[in-house]
């Protein structure tokens, strides 16, 4: 039995505890993309979506974060887990908020530049009128799947028990049949930004940030 459109609950969690190893030393989160930083762009897109709550999950010794974000209406959700990779991240950010008893997560990550509230708006209004129980996946206007993701209730459990650097790939080959995809503008579902080569491309690209 569906619940009422009006009573279902979606709410955000970004993964922002990756170490930016590729970055060569520097916090990718921390790159300013225009007057603001990438991750402080991401979790203003997620304030400003539907979701009911935004959540992002940090290092526990990440200070910078977690002083830049105080000032927002998020929760900080702070572990120590380092050499257990996103699958840790996103199972750790699932086990807590799910406990609010919501009806679907949205998982975002961290470092996605293009992103904002309206493709957000976009997945969270698919999922709640159209496909509570489905996986909804952006993807590209290709057709190539992406991020973010929207994983029903029916999933939290499956989600929890992930550990190391494989994330919810193993999940999204499993139900494949289970995934709606939505598509997003051009690459914005395909766009995170790792390495410096890949920023200064991006800012290349859009020289108004």
């Not at 750790?92 to 679907?104: Q, T, Y």
């Not at 999922?127 to 973010?148: M, V």
Request: with cysteine.
């Amino acid at each position: 039995m569906h619940l009422p459109k009006k009573n279902k609950k979606i709410e955000s969690l970004i993964l922002g505890a990756g170490l930016s190893i590729r970055m060569k030393g520097d916090n990718k989160l921390l790159k300013r993309l225009n007057n603001k930083t990438l991750i402080e762009h991401v979790v203003t897109q997620s304030i400003n979506s539907k979701a009911i709550n935004t959540s992002i999950i940090v290092q526990d010794n990440n200070k910078q974060i977690k002083k830049l974000l105080s000032p927002l209406p998020i929760k900080i959700l702070a572990s120590n887990f380092k050499r257990n990779g996103i699958g840790y991240s996103i199972s750790k950010g699932i086990e807590l908020i799910s406990r609010n008893d919501p009806d679907g997560i949205l998982i975002l990550l961290g470092d996605m530049p293009d992103i904002n509230s309206n493709h957000l708006d976009l997945m969270i209004d698919e999922f709640i009128n159209n496909f509570c129980q489905k996986i909804i996946r952006a993807c590209s206007k290709n057709k190539t799947p992406g991020n973010p993701l929207i994983f029903p209730k029916s999933f939290f459990n499956i989600l929890i028990k992930l550990r190391g650097d494989i994330g919810a790939k193993k999940i999204l080959e499993d139900y494949n049949d289970l995934i709606h995809f939505i598509e997003l503008p051009n690459l914005v579902a395909l766009t995170d930004l790792d390495t410096i080569e890949e920023f200064e491309i991006w800012k290349k690209n859009n020289p108004i940030s």
